[in-house]
């Protein structure tokens, strides 16, 4: 299947930190996208990059692809409290469909 | 605001007892999907429709079903509830156009308790 694997499953810094979330995936997609949750919340659209884009930025946001190993990363810089969420990747292959990674619990302490 | 609307927040029903769950978007956007997020997992597509062409997912169980009747409303309708059911239900748009820049608008969610 699709379904991309993040890592670390759980990741906990302090106020100020920078934040790497890791994710994989198997097949090879027309976008790949970044969505926050936060606990118990419907999920926020971050960042899309492209399969011919190897690095975007949106404010404190920078994402990579690599589609020759099949991977990407989301960097989130001088983090802040507020940033505490549930951190998803998501494949999106053909039809319109994205698929999820199982998501990076991001714990960010005052 | 142009949003995606999900009701009810909490839904509590009883084990076979059949239960609906509505949304609506003012994006006007073609694409609409719903999920079943469990705790601590990712979301899981169920189905989507693109305007009204339905798209079922091929290990959806038959418990689950679809109405879109508009373009605003889309409704997931499950049949016979099971305690394994119990999850978030989250729905969502998308404009369903350029295969590259098609990022997901979601709803609040709902949440369904099984008893």
């Known amino acids: 299947s699709q379904q991309g694997e993040e890592d670390p499953q759980a990741l906990s810094i302090q106020e100020g930190e920078n934040a790497t979330m890791n994710c994989s995936y198997k097949?090879?997609?027309?976008?790949l996208q970044w969505y926050r949750q936060n606990s118990g919340r419907g999920l926020v659209h971050l960042i899309l990059i492209r399969s011919n884009e190897r690095e975007k930025h949106s404010g404190r946001l920078r994402v990579t692809l690599d589609t020759s190993k099949k991977s990407s990363s989301l960097l989130i810089t001088a983090s802040r409290a507020a940033d505490t969420a549930s951190y998803f990747c998501a494949m999106e292959g053909s039809n319109y469909k994205l698929t999820f990674g199982k998501g990076t619990l991001l714990t960010v302490n005052p | 605001d142009a949003m995606v609307i999900q009701n009810p927040r909490y839904q509590v029903t009883q084990f076979g007892k059949p239960v609906t769950l509505s949304c609506s978007q003012t994006?006007?956007?073609?694409?609409m999907y719903w999920y079943q997020q469990k705790s601590s997992q990712a979301p899981k597509l169920l189905f989507h429709?693109?305007?009204?062409?339905?798209?079922n997912e091929a290990d959806t169980p038959d418990n689950f079903q679809s109405r879109r009747p508009n373009t605003s409303f889309c409704f997931l309708d499950i049949r016979s509830p099971g305690l394994g059911d119990a999850a978030m239900y989250l729905c969502a748009t998308s404009k369903g156009g350029e295969k590259d820049d098609n990022e997901q608008f979601f709803g609040p969610g709902t949440r369904l308790t099984v008893l």
């Open positions: 429709y693109y305007d009204k062409d339905f798209n």
């Open positions: 994006l006007n956007h073609n694409v």
């Open positions: 097949t090879s997609i027309n976008n």
